[in-house]
């Protein structure tokens, strides 16, 4: 009978311990202070595609203390990024990041 009780008990356990221990990382995103920043983070660094660096960037760390920081239109998410990253990084790459970025919010 205490293999059924522990049993019962740990199905009404499991969704609160898989609650608390889940990923969080996205409220736990480390703060840039420009956008450049991040962006060589993430593409120089860590080796992301220029698309998937823009990404993260703007749906998960703060820059300049604003989250999501890119914008909540297409247009100014093209805008503020053509004027934030250098001019490595293509206008096809933003658009198609802003598109990505805009779908994801």
Known sequence: MRVVTTF??????????LTACGDSSKMDADPFDTLQDCYDEHHTTESLSTHDA?????????????????????????????????STVSADDITAACTTYIDQL
């Open 8 to 17: 019962v008990a740990s199905l009404f356990l499991l969704p609160v311990i």
């Open 54 to 86: 823009i990404v993260v960037c703007c749906l998960d760390h703060p820059i300049a203390g604003v989250h999501p920081s890119c914008g909540n239109t297409q247009a100014e998410c093209v805008a503020h990024l053509d004027q934030e990253l250098d």
